[in-house]
C-alpha cells in the first residue's frame, strides 16, 4: 500500500512537472503572488505566449480586461491602470492573466509603493547578521511589507528571467534579507500607512561598471577607456559566463546590469536606493561619472522618468593601513559626493556608525532609517521631515581662529555631538599645506577652531581621512557631513 502512494505521488509529480514544462502561457518571474504593485503608475503585465495568442489581463479592480496579442517573438506586454494607494487599506487583490486554454493567478496582490535595492555587500548585509538582530528580527513580522531577493546571475546578453520569490515580510523571510533595505522599507510602511515592495538586487565585491549597459558604456569615451575595452581587450572576455559568484566576475563591466537589473525594467516602481563604492574606491572622477551614467541608463531602461536614487557614502575604514592621516579614501568620499550634482538624487552620510576596522559595520539601522527619511522628504513631500546633516558652506579666516559655517537649512536647530564630547576631527593648514588637528568647539550653528600648530590657517578639513568615526551633528541627529575648504590635488603617499 506504502509503495502505491509512493509510486502515485511520483505520477502526480511528474504530471505536474510535465504541466509546467508544457505550458505556453508564460508570465516574467518577476509577477508573482505576494507582489506589490505600484500605485498611481500604469502597470505591465509582460510574458511569453505562441505569437498570435490573444491574452486577456484583469485586476479585481478593473471593469474589463485589457486584451493584447503575443508578437511574433512569442513576447507579449500589456498595460493596465492601477488606482492610488489609500492609507491603511490592505486589500489583497488578485490579477488574472489568460488566454483561450490557459489560465494564471496572481494572488495575494498589494497595492503601494516598490523601490529597488541594489549595491554590494553592505547592501546585501543580511538582518541576522546586524548588530540589533536579536530584537529586530523576531519584531519583524509585517505582512503589508513584501520582499523579493533576486537569484545572483552574470550574463554577456540582457535577459528577461530572474531568480527569486516574492514573500511576506516575517521574522522568517527577514532574516536573510538586506538590513538596509528592511529599515528603509520599514520606516516608509510606518509613515505612510501603505503596502511597501523591496527588491534586493546586488551581490558583494561588485563594481558600478557591472550594472552599466554594454551599449551605455561603449557610447561614453571616458567610460569605455577605463572599464569597457581593457575588459573586451581581455582573455576574460572571452570565457563562458555561467551563475558562479567569484570576486573578480562581479566587476566585470555590464554582466550584473544583463543579468539582474534588466529583467527588472518593465517593474514599476518608485525608486531606486544603492550602496557601493568600495570596490571602485581607488577612482576618482571616473567613478562619479560611471555612477551617474549609470543612474541615467537606469531611469532610462525603466522608462518611468526622473526616478529617484538615493545612494549611500561609504563608511570609514582603515583598509590595514593604521596611519589616521591618511586620506586617500576621504577623496573616493568625495567623489562620491560630487554623484548628488545629478538630478533628483540624494546621499546619506555614515560617518558616525562606521566601525573602522570592519568594512561591514554593523549597526545598519540608521542608514536605512535615513534612505527613509530623504525619500519621505524628497519623493513624498513631508517637508518636516529632516534628511540632511550639517554641510560645509564656507569657513573665514581671522589670526589663529577658523569659523566654519554650514548651510543653514541643515542645522535648523543648531550643532551638538552625539556624545556630549567636543567635535572631533577637525584639522586645519597653513599655507605650507600642513594639516594638524584642531580644537573645536560649537557656537550655536558654527564651529570655531584653534590650533596652537597654525599660525595663520588657510584651509580647514573635517573627517577628511580614510577612517574617522564621528560625533558631529545637528539636532535631528545627522551627522556632518565630510568636506575641505581648499582645492588642493590629492597627494599619493610614498610606498
Request: with cysteine.
Amino acid at each position: 500500500m506504502r509503495c502505491f502512494k509512493i509510486i502515485c505521488l511520483l505520477l502526480c509529480f511528474s504530471t505536474a512537472l510535465f504541466a509546467r514544462e508544457g505550458e505556453k502561457l508564460k508570465l516574467s518571474p518577476v509577477l508573482q503572488s505576494n507582489m506589490v504593485v505600484q500605485q498611481n503608475q500604469p502597470f505591465k503585465v509582460w510574458g511569453h505566449a505562441p505569437a498570435g495568442t490573444t491574452i486577456a489581463i484583469q485586476a479585481d479592480w478593473m471593469s474589463s480586461p485589457v486584451r493584447v496579442t503575443a508578437d511574433a517573438d512569442s513576447r507579449f506586454i500589456g498595460i493596465i491602470p492601477v488606482p492610488v494607494a489609500k492609507k491603511g487599506d490592505f486589500t489583497r487583490h488578485r490579477i488574472t492573466i489568460s488566454s483561450d486554454d490557459e489560465k494564471r493567478l496572481l494572488d495575494n496582490v498589494l497595492i503601494g509603493e516598490t523601490w529597488i535595492c541594489s549595491g554590494q555587500s553592505n547592501m546585501q548585509f543580511k538582518m541576522h547578521e546586524t548588530l540589533d538582530s536579536a530584537r529586530e528580527v523576531p519584531a519583524a513580522d509585517y505582512p503589508q511589507v513584501r520582499l523579493f531577493s533576486a537569484g545572483l546571475n552574470f550574463s554577456n546578453e540582457p535577459l528577461d528571467s530572474i531568480g527569486g520569490t516574492w514573500q511576506e515580510c516575517t521574522p522568517a523571510s527577514v532574516r536573510t534579507f538586506s538590513a538596509v533595505g528592511y529599515h528603509f522599507g520599514r520606516e516608509l510602511f510606518a509613515r505612510l500607512n501603505v503596502p511597501v515592495g523591496l527588491v534586493f538586487t546586488g551581490i558583494g565585491a561588485s563594481a558600478a561598471q557591472a550594472y552599466v549597459p554594454q551599449e551605455v558604456l561603449a557610447a561614453d569615451t571616458l567610460l569605455s577607456r577605463v572599464y569597457l575595452q581593457p575588459y573586451l581587450d581581455s582573455p576574460k572576455s572571452q570565457e563562458k559566463i555561467d551563475g558562479g559568484f567569484t570576486f573578480e566576475k562581479v566587476t566585470r563591466p555590464f554582466l550584473l546590469y544583463n543579468a539582474i537589473i534588466h529583467p527588472f525594467v518593465n517593474l514599476s516602481v518608485k525608486g531606486f536606493i544603492w550602496y557601493q563604492g568600495e570596490s571602485n574606491r581607488a577612482e576618482r572622477g571616473s567613478y562619479t561619472h560611471l555612477t551617474q551614467t549609470m543612474i541615467q541608463s537606469w531611469r532610462a531602461g525603466f522608462g518611468q522618468g526622473n526616478l529617484p536614487f538615493y545612494y549611500v557614502q561609504v563608511a570609514p575604514f582603515w583598509y590595514d593601513m593604521a596611519d589616521a592621516t591618511l586620506a586617500d579614501y576621504a577623496f573616493f568620499r568625495e567623489a562620491q559626493e560630487q554623484v548628488s550634482k545629478l538630478a533628483n538624487t540624494e546621499m546619506v552620510v555614515t560617518m558616525d556608525v562606521g566601525e573602522s576596522r570592519d568594512l561591514h559595520p554593523k549597526n545598519k539601522k540608521p542608514i536605512g532609517v535615513r534612505l527613509a527619511k530623504t525619500a519621505l522628504n524628497r519623493t513624498y513631500g513631508f517637508m518636516e521631515v529632516a534628511f540632511q546633516g550639517p554641510k560645509f558652506d564656507y569657513a573665514t579666516f581671522e589670526n589663529q581662529q577658523v569659523q566654519v559655517h554650514f548651510r543653514p537649512e541643515t542645522v535648523r536647530g543648531g550643532l551638538e555631538t552625539n556624545d556630549g564630547k567636543a567635535p572631533a576631527h577637525f584639522f586645519v593648514a597653513g599655507a605650507d599645506r600642513q594639516f594638524y588637528p584642531a580644537a573645536a568647539k560649537i557656537e550655536g550653528g558654527r564651529i570655531i577652531l584653534t590650533s596652537l600648530k597654525v599660525r595663520r590657517p588657510v584651509a580647514v578639513r573635517y573627517a577628511f581621512t580614510n577612517f574617522p568615526v564621528t560625533n558631529l551633528q545637528n539636532k535631528d541627529g545627522l551627522p556632518a557631513l565630510p568636506f575641505r575648504s581648499d582645492d588642493w590635488p590629492e597627494i599619493t603617499p610614498k610606498k
